[in-house]
């Protein structure tokens, strides 16, 4: 093929004299030599209308027609390049030129149906033809045997390299397939579909920046190449850069709104993002156009598990199944959604039943080890874990395991091989897309202006007699891992209280002072009273639409939100009479929490992977606390975590009369079930579902050692909250 093969150079013509992006294409189709004269260079429109005129004179001039469709691809106008050359496809270079479009597109049925058109040739392209036919028929052997006579005919002709490397490739022999590869390129540089398997070739082997620049060359020559553009989004989500990905695939689905794939990566992306709106949307995209992707289903359900919709995450699990029963990762997800609900036999049956369609599966088994971990029996949780080995786990379960590995390590009392484990855990989770894709900084510039507002003494403008005031409201925070989720918990069916999980409610408002002049929070200095009643009308709208009917008809509404004690003193600006409910725990035993937890990415969670930068960030955020009890009156109580195992009753009787409710029933934090349908999914799911005494506090000092160092920053912090460092 004329395109593919080393060209003689010869000839000389205007249609060659053109734009930068489009001359090396029309070169190679109308093999002009490499030098172009600079100056006055044609436009590509002058060098297409020639071409035009060309074929208007003679349409069976299969030269310009080459020529014009090579220019067309480059362009993006594919189907305008297909037609043309669907028009002249009898000629054999015009069509080596489609058959490589429809096979680098994967296109297989149009790929068929040219090469029956084509019929049986000798030439070396004729016996690339009888090639691909035989890769897919799935003949390997036979689709290299035919290439190695092609290039026996023709030594220099580029796609016999390039089809010999797919069918290496997908025999595995990936080394002699890149060396194809790279071979095909070599002879022809310009060759778009033979960048692609490169770049498949590259990322295959781990070079993955590598695989990015060769999808990214094939894109400069073919801008509209689906294939590629899907690709280069794949390589640039494994290279942890969700944000970049997302352009790449809204590239492609602009080129091709119907691509499946296309809606499918884009919402894994936006999943990433944790723009959760847009990728329930997009999922459901993918699933209109491929009803049948049980892959579709599944991340419809970890998203709708992570948004805490329980039951429709449930559903959409169910799905995948019934579009493949041997789907582990869809059994595992069920197990994991049961277990955080609290419901180990349902968790255990999910997993006996994944086992018998898919026996062995190392995730299911991993499951399995934590099923009896839940149930105490930490003995044999360490037996499963030790059964398994982590590298034969999904990738995404890597890191999960290392934390459960951990964290019955450290139940064994095995203290230093559970912080060789949470320091592995901990190293993979800094490493992940979430936690790549988030800002280190966001949470320390936060905390910069709030303590310069606080140091201004939190100016805001004063309310007004009949404004939203907030009695009704009660915001339940600490810093994570104090015990918020159990505080929260204990309260489940009490008739007068409404409950928010760990819903960005006052973070939107937050979001939107951030835009308005002064920022977040200096902005509330000139706000005036339209302005507050904005904001408010905001928050109760937030709230009506988390809880519904639940929202007139309780008489207190609890918004827990852990880290939001930093901004107690803006709440308590907004709304003067809402009441503020502390979680406390030893500052040693939050940080070690924290560090021996696997988190969910966030701005603040990014600072858990080391031991150090975890007391940095809990040090600054009691400093703001601090900061901010010192300067705005605030109508709030404490309950320290260590109470709920000393008394319980005591410190939720205490807090019932700080809300001004009557006390009902007695607390019972490891009864699940008995808390009724709410679900809570977050860090702290295993600690709710476990009795309160089983996690009295001083779990530091079996790794005081390791603390050591840290104990002069967290000294003050304990003492000022009533605890001990001895």
């Known amino acids: ?22 001359r090396v294409l029309v070169q190679r189709y109308l093999q002009m030599p490499d030098h172009f004269p600079a100056d006055p260079p044609q436009s590509a429109a002058t060098a297409e209308a020639g071409l035009r005129a060309q074929l208007e004179a003679d349409p069976l001039q299969h030269r310009a027609a080459l020529a ?30 489609l058959r490589e479009y429809f096979v680098g597109e994967r296109l297989n049925d149009d790929a068929q149906r040219l090469l029956a058109r084509r019929g049986s040739d000798a030439s070396a392209s004729g016996l690339v033809d009888q090639a691909i036919a035989s890769h897919l028929r799935g003949d390997l052997d036979g689709a290299m045997q035919y290439c190695r006579l092609a290039l ?42 033979a960048w692609h398997n490169l770049a498949h070739a590259l990322r295959d082997a781990g070079e993955l920046a590598q695989a990015e620049r060769a999808y990214g060359h094939s894109l400069q020559l073919r801008p509209a190449y689906r294939s590629a553009r899907l690709n280069l989004g794949i390589v640039q989500m494994a290279l942890g850069r ?7 695939f809204r590239a492609l689905l602009t080129i091709d709104p119907g691509n499946a794939d296309g809606w499918f990566n884009l919402a894994v992306c936006e999943h990433l993002l944790r723009r959760y709106d847009e990728a329930r949307q997009s999922y459901g995209h993918a699933i209109a156009r491929d009803p049948h992707n049980p892959r579709a289903h599944l991340q419809l359900g970890r998203l709708g598990n992570e948004i805490q919709d329980s039951e429709g995450a449930l559903l959409q699990f169910r799905k995948a199944l019934d579009l493949n029963p041997r789907d582990a990762e869809a059994w595992s997800e069920i197990a994991m959604l049961h277990q955080h609900a ?91 897309p979430r936690a790549q894709a988030t800002d280190m900084h966001a949470f320390d510039h936060e905390l910069d202006a709030i303590e310069a507002w606080l140091r201004d003494g939190a100016p805001a403008t004063i309310p007004e007699p009949g404004e939203d005031n907030g009695e009704d409201l009660c915001f339940l925070f600490g810093f994570p891992r104090s015990g918020t989720a159990l505080i929260e918990s204990l309260f489940d069916g009490h008739p007068d209280i409404a409950s ?121 955020a009691m400093r703001v606390l601090e900061a901010t009890l010192k300067t705005v009156p605030l109508r709030e109580a404490s309950v320290h975590y260590e109470d709920l195992s000393d008394d319980p009753e005591g410190a939720l009787r205490e807090i019932c009369a700080f809300l001004e409710l009557a006390w009902h029933g007695e607390p019972d934090a490891g009864d699940a079930d008995a808390k009724g349908a709410h679900h809570i999914i977050t860090s702290s799911s295993h600690d709710v579902a476990t009795p309160v005494e089983q996690r009295a506090g001083g779990r530091w000092r079996n790794h005081r050692g390791a603390l050591e160092e840290f104990l002069p920053v967290l000294r003050p912090h304990a003492e000022r909250f009533g605890y001990a460092i001895d």
């Open 1 to 22: 093929m004329a395109a593919h093969r080393r060209l003689p150079r010869s000839g000389n013509s205007s249609a060659a004299r053109v734009l930068p992006q489009n």
């Open 68 to 97: 014009m469709a090579g220019m067309q691809l480059g362009d993006g106008r594919v189907d305008e390049a297909v037609a043309l050359l669907q028009l002249h496809a009898d000629d054999r270079d015009c069509g080596d030129l």
């Open 152 to 193: 026996t005919s023709d030594g220099g002709y580029a796609p016999a390299h390039n089809h010999q490397g797919r069918a290496l490739f997908n025999a595995r022999r990936a080394e002699q397939a890149r060396g194809a590869f790279l071979q095909a390129v070599r002879i022809a540089p310009n060759y778009a579909e």
């Open 242 to 248: 969700p944000a970049d990905a997302l352009e790449s």
């Open 342 to 432: 609290g419901r180990l036999d349902e968790s255990a049956r999910a997993v006996a039943a994944g086992l018998a369609a898919v026996p062995g599966d190392p995730g299911l088994r991993f499951e399995l080890a934590k099923i009896a971990h839940r149930r105490g029996d930490v003995d044999a949780a360490l037996r499963g874990l030790r059964e398994i080995d982590p590298q034969a786990l999904h990738p995404r379960l890597h890191q999960h395991y290392h934390y459960e590995f951990a964290l019955a390590l450290d139940q064994a009392n095995d203290y230093a091989a559970a912080r060789a484990a949470f320091e592995r855990g901990n190293a993979l989770a800094a490493r992940s």
């Open 500 to 620: 928010i999980a760990e819903q960005p409610t006052i973070e939107r408002l937050i979001q939107g002072l951030a835009s308005m002049p002064g920022g977040y929070p200096a902005a509330l200095a000139t706000m005036d009273r339209t302005g507050r009643t904005a904001l408010r009308r905001q928050y109760r709208q937030i709230v009506a639409e988390l809880l519904g009917d639940r929202a007139g008809a309780a008489k207190r509404i609890i918004d827990r939100m852990p880290i939001r004690s930093v901004h107690a003193a803006f709440i308590q600006r907004l709304f003067p009479r809402a009441r503020l409910l502390l979680a406390l725990r030893h500052p040693c035993d939050v940080v070690l929490a924290n560090y021996m937890q696997q988190h969910a990415a966030n701005e603040v969670s990014v600072h858990f992977h080391t031991l150090a930068e975890t007391v940095r960030i809990y040090d600054r």
